[in-house]
């Protein structure tokens, strides 16, 4: 859904949730979230990389984009478009290389 239509007091369905479509939706149950409520206090990227091995595809890292602008939503922050996230995502990333964690 668009980041600007979203209502908390409306959030029934994954589909409820900003920048969720019917596609992130699917990848969504793969990783055993059905509900908007079990995203609080998931990790972004551990989604991310629960969704490369379950898939055994390397995501689109804009994927990492769209899960960061869920995590945050759900901590209470406003809804924000996936793209809004992309400089972030590159920068925890490039901290992931770094450390050496993560091999998707």
């Not at 479509?21 to 079990?38: K, N, T």
């Not at 206090?41 to 769209?66: F, K, N, W």
């Amino acid at each position: 859904m668009n980041p600007a239509k979203v209502s908390r007091d409306r959030l029934k369905e994954l589909t409820d949730l900003p920048n969720i479509g019917a596609s992130l939706a699917r990848d969504l149950r793969l990783i055993g979230i059905f509900r908007p409520e079990q995203l609080a206090g998931r990790s972004a990227l551990e989604m991310y990389h629960d969704l490369c091995r379950i898939t055994d595809t390397r995501q689109d890292p804009c994927v990492l984009d769209v899960f960061m602008s869920l995590t945050s939503f759900m901590s209470g922050s406003e809804p924000r478009t996936w793209w809004s996230f992309t400089e972030e995502r590159k920068r925890l990333l490039s901290q992931e290389r770094a450390g050496g964690e993560g091999t998707n």
